[in-house]
């Protein structure tokens, strides 16, 4: 191997170490409010944040900037700020995905933690501590549960698939006969884990997921041989302006074409772009 190939190699591993013991010791920190009551405050849109929320991000935030200085920081739970767009690489955090499913109890809950380059997450942890369990992944490393390799399942011919029914409201393609329904998982980044573990086969995501939501669990999709895409079928780019994106669908193989499609075709009937346009941060 070149020297910088070595040397970009371990930087690689060295971040991925790193997230992975934060990631688990804000997981502790998140579990000493789970079933507890924690407060909870609406914020807009109706989106509930919990004070683990905040506690998670504040862990996350001190540990990581003080890890790597020279990183950007892009979290649900944090103010954005531009700074971000002149750093090399960003952290992309989400203290707590699938905060409902935290607040009534529910065990699909993660820490969800990426180092992000160029658009791209070199590597990423989810720790989702109410069922024991670690996914992890990065570029060119493998993709890992609880320490053993996972990787996407070939689909059968009635693929299980997640993902909402009410993306297809207004569309003039129904839900496909020979799709079984996935069970539902508060969490969207636990939901792709799920695919690249082959738990599922595939998941569509409704419109407005942002960075934080899939970032960590699209290098693990990645890694165990998956993709997630927009309509236009292209991967998607992180850590940018704007954080948003639209419909998605992740999967493999013909399936993932397949689907992929028909997001196309839900896109064209409801006449939305693919993406939202993007704001000021």
């Known amino acids: 191997m070149p020297a910088a190939e070595a040397i970009r190699a371990a ?4 971040d991925l170490a790193l997230i992975r013991e934060a ?5 502790r920190i998140a579990m000493s409010f789970f079933g507890r009551n924690p407060e909870v405050w609406l914020k807009t849109g109706q989106s509930p944040v919990t004070a683990a929320d905040y506690a998670v991000d504040r862990f996350l935030r001190e540990t990581l ?11 649900e739970e944090t103010a954005d700020t531009p700074d971000r767009l002149s750093a090399r690489r960003t952290f992309v955090v989400d203290p707590i995905d699938g905060t409902r499913a935290f607040i009534e109890g529910r065990s699909t809950w993660c820490v969800s933690v990426a180092v992000v380059e160029s658009g791209r997450p070199l590597a990423g942890v989810l720790d989702c501590p109410a069922r024991s369990e670690i996914f ?4 060119g490393g493998g993709a890992f549960k609880d320490g053993a390799r996972i990787g996407v399942r070939e689909a059968g011919a009635t693929p299980l698939v997640a993902g909402p029914k009410s993306m297809f409201a207004g569309a003039t393609i129904p839900w496909p006969a020979d ?7 508060p969490s969207l980044a636990y939901r792709v884990a799920a ?4 738990e599922l086969d595939a998941t569509y995501v409704k419109p407005n997921a942002h960075d934080w939501d899939i970032a960590a669990a699209d290098v693990i999709l990645s890694e165990a041989g998956g993709r997630i895409v927009d309509a236009r079928g292209a991967d998607l780019t992180y850590a940018g302006v704007d954080p948003r994106h639209g419909r998605l669908v992740a999967g493999s193989g013909r399936l993932l074409d397949r689907l992929s499609a028909m997001l196309a075709a839900i896109e064209a009937d409801h006449h939305e772009p693919v993406s939202n346009p993007p704001d000021l941060l």
Not at 11 to 14: G, L, Y
Not at 23 to 27: D, K, L, T, V
Not at 136 to 139: R, V
Not at 179 to 185: D, K, S, T, V
């Open 11 to 14: 930087e690689i591993a060295d």
């Open 23 to 27: 990631a688990q010791e804000a997981g």
């Open 65 to 75: 900037t003080a890890a790597r200085p020279a990183y950007g920081w892009l979290s």
């Open 136 to 139: 992890e992944a990065s570029i």
């Open 179 to 185: 799709f079984r329904r996935g069970p539902y998982f």
């Open 195 to 198: 695919v690249a573990a082959g």
